[in-house]
């Protein structure tokens, strides 16, 4: 029993890696019924499966074969399907459908079952990490151990929950509307080319397969021009019934690249054209080659994919708003009717009071098992928690702070499960490269790179993450972690690390020209070292971590400021450089690109009406060649080089000190099993495969 609490230790640190119920709730189970004698991570071996089969299924044990060998993925799920009688089932799928990005692997013969494999009221088997399913690898005794379960205690169909959010949406559809509420609801009720896995890895959705310059997919043509091919997946349904097509994703490019005023299309103008081959392909054409064109559109998240307009419904109000140029009705339509492809479909909206979200039966990868999600409109963030506490309240992503989670968890932790999963994004300090008096000339204090350095050394991250996000947040190198795409260029000497260490501090700064005076701070040609720290105020949480910068930095004889503003007003200062330090956040997605950062090019000036976000002002002419060249490079591998160029010479640099990540909390109850949300795809990337159970296995 030791070796399986050991490894619950291990695995409790990435429940959110699986689709199945949890190895935490399976195994307990599996080895009570005496399924299986051990659960670790090593390969299930014909006897054991024999012996397994047996325990699990009297009489269908001679289904399986004896011997030490191991066992391939692909014939442990045909097996269990046989077991389990789904044969039938499962030979009425011809075309794999797992969504993962390696189903071109799977044989002909296991095709049936893997995709029995993966709906939504089987879920007899899970991804791999990087999205895969890997059937020529043998299976691990936990993957075993966790699909017995799943074979035992199937998903149970029906139920409604309900979730909070703090104001009304101010639509339903993201083409027309960029609000945060609008973004989650879309991810639910919304599908698209590809998703992001809890790891941030890309995987095909709606599509067969992300194309690539490997599988030929995309192709760099002998004129310079770029080429990218999307084959979509057979049978998929809008939410009124009619059959989605490759004919539905043109109409949407036609719609984003009119006067229609949708929320972005910067990738949409870029297109060319875009040739549809037959009803499931469909090729978009680039003047040059464009790095993420294969994610497939401008719009957020994993809801990229030109499918949140079916031309059957709304071709002919489209035709009639572009002749008139009264693109109102139009809008209004598309925004508050939405009709879409995701595995819920849009039901009722009373304003002020709640939205309501209901299972589409004929969604591809399976009617979800929870027939409605409810989301109750209360716009006091207190109320939310009291009602969470009363238990009126069962899931939510970013519902709760850090803060009221870790309070959930421990004084409901019978009745909720609580999470905390990493992101992309980091708090960092961004100290102005120029002059806030001047901006032609370099920043008295802070353009030195030993100064730069120095005050992340003399920086205790550790005791940040520990004091501001009770040790759930993650130090960062970069500006990314390893959740973004990205991830393979953080590894590496390339990258430089400053863990704390005022001792380097001090020597830095003493290089710098900078010495303590009788009254313990710097100074250095008659000026003391001594700035002005902003941050937004009316958070407790850049309160005290500019306290704590405050003290830290004190230590090696620099003094702070501390200026709490509001939000408004340092969003409107900070790009025409009006700051010394400012203490911020960022909330990267999994792809975003370097290049939208931190060009010289992306520095906010008056030439580009303060319209950059290289808020600090970092010019590195070798960093500008890395960006122009990942301006069309589209190779991947090639990609992660220049990626790791950049990285050393922005860990060099510091455009702005890296501190802390702090995980994206949110919450279940218990009884809702296979719950899972990410960072950058929200509540909708595995929502269908959620039900609801109350009994104790």
Known sequence: MRKLLSLFGILSLFVLCFSQVALQEA??????????KTIDDSALTYDELYSAVAKAFPGKESLVKKGTDQVLRKDFIMILVKVLGLEQEAAKFTEICTLANDEDKVPKEAIG?????????????????????????????????????????????????V???????????????????????????????????????????????????????????????????????????????????????????????????VTSNYFEKMVDRVDVIDDYTFTVHFPSPVPGAELGSSVYAYYYGWFQLPEHLYRKDFEEAKKTGNWDQFVQKVTFNPVMTGPYKFKEYVEGQYIVLEAFDEYYMGRPNIDQIVMRII???????????KGEIDFGRYTLDLKQSLQLEKDKGDIFNVYFTPNVAAWTLD?????????????????????????????????????VFFGKGQIVDTWITE?????????????????????????????????????????????????????????????????????????????????MKPALVIWDEAPMGKFDAWLTGWG?????????????????????NWGGTNYTGWSNPKNDEILAKMATEVDFEKRVELYKQHFALWTNDL???????????????????????TYDSGLGWIIYNWYIDTEQH
């Open 113 to 161: 079952a893997f995709t029995l494999a993966f709906r939504s009221d089987r879920q007899l088997l899970d991804y791999r990490y990087g999205h895969l399913l890997e059937p020529l690898s043998p299976i691990t005794k936990s993957e075993a151990a966790r699909s017995f379960y799943m074979a035992l205690y199937p998903p149970k169909r029906g139920g409604t929950i």
């Open 655 to 677: 455009p702005v000190l890296p501190l802390i990540s702090d995980p994206t909390p949110h919450f279940a109850k218990k009884y809702i099993k296979s719950f899972n949300s």
């Open 379 to 389: 716009p006091d963030s207190d109320v939310i928690f009291a009602s969470v506490l």
């Open 431 to 467: 100290l102005n490269f120029r002059d806030p008096n001047d901006l032609s000339k370099p920043h008295p204090l802070f353009s030195d790179v030993r100064v730069r350095q120095a005050i992340l050394y003399a920086i205790d991250r550790q005791q940040i993450n520990n004091v």
């Open 27 to 36: 195994a307990p189970a599996i080895q009570k019924l005496g399924i299986l």
């Open 588 to 608: 990267y997605g999994v792809s975003d690109e370097a290049l939208n950062y931190w060009g010289s090019d992306m520095i906010p000036s008056e030439a580009n």
């Open 163 to 261: 979730t909070a959010v703090g104001a009304d949406p101010k639509g339903l559809n993201t083409l027309f509307t960029s609000s945060g509420l609008t973004w989650t609801i879309c991810n639910i009720i919304g599908d698209g080319n590809t998703g992001t896995d809890d790891n941030g890895f890309y995987h095909p959705r709606m599509i067969k397969r992300i194309p690539t310059l490997e599988n030929g997919l995309v192709k760099i043509n002998q004129d310079g021009s770029m080429s990218v091919t999307f084959e979509l997946r057979r049978g998929m349904k809008w939410h009124d019934g009619q059959p989605v097509t490759a004919h539905d994703a043109k109409f949407q490019w036609e719609v984003m690249v009119s006067e229609a005023p």
């Open 483 to 563: 959740v973004h795409m990205m991830r393979d260029a953080l590894k590496g000497d390339h990258i430089k690390k400053y863990p704390y260490d005022p001792k380097k501090a001090e020597e830095l700064l003493a290089q710098a020209g900078w010495k303590k005076n009788k009254q313990g701070l710097l100074e250095k040609d008659g000026r003391v070292f001594e700035f002005t720290l902003i941050a937004g105020a009316g958070n407790s949480q850049n309160e005290l971590i500019t306290q704590l910068i405050q003290g830290m930095l004190k230590k090696v004889g620099i003094s702070v400021k501390i200026e």
